[in-house]
């Protein structure tokens, strides 16, 4: 499972025209199931997305999660995290969960960063998006449950 994190003074996501999710100061969360995973990597990783102290503190050191700075997040699906190049300048995609199952370990992920006590607004799952985002830093981390 991946995400890519950015910290955000302000995120949104568009849907034909509409806004489906917005956030002030927080994480745009671009997330991947991947195949093989299932509900404790979705745990895990929420766990590690909402303790990672990427905000600053009084004395300006990033020493502060999400949740101890008061943001929110943003969670926008991203199957594309999963590309392989290996084989060219095409990327493929089978390494990405199937559509049932990524979705669940979205809906999933989403939840456990909830209970975490992190403020959740989504894109749409299969959805073409518009993702706006002003980068705060700029502060850009890569999180993948296979490594990290």
């Known amino acids: 499972m991946k995400a890519l994190l950015q910290r955000v003074s302000e995120a949104s996501v568009q849907v034909d025209g509409r806004t489906v999710g917005e956030i002030g100061r927080g994480l745009l969360v671009l997330f991947c199931a991947e195949a093989g995973d299932g509900e404790a990597e979705a745990d895990r990783l ?32 991203q199957f594309t995290l999963a590309a392989d190049l290996s084989r060219g300048n095409r990327p493929g995609f089978s390494g990405a969960a199937p559509p049932e199952l990524a979705r669940a370990l979205y809906d999933r992920f989403c939840e456990a960063m909830a209970a ?33």
Do not use: H, Y
Request: proline share 2%; no cysteine.
């Open 46 to 77: 929420a766990g590690k997305v909402a303790k990672v102290r990427i905000f600053a503190d009084e004395a300006g050191k990033m020493n502060r999660s999400v949740v101890d700075a008061g943001g929110a997040a943003l969670v926008v699906s």
């Open 116 to 148: 975490a006590g992190v403020a959740v607004e989504t894109g749409e799952f299969q959805a073409e998006m518009a993702v706006r985002l002003v980068n705060d830093g700029p502060v850009t981390i890569w999180m993948d449950t296979r490594r990290d």
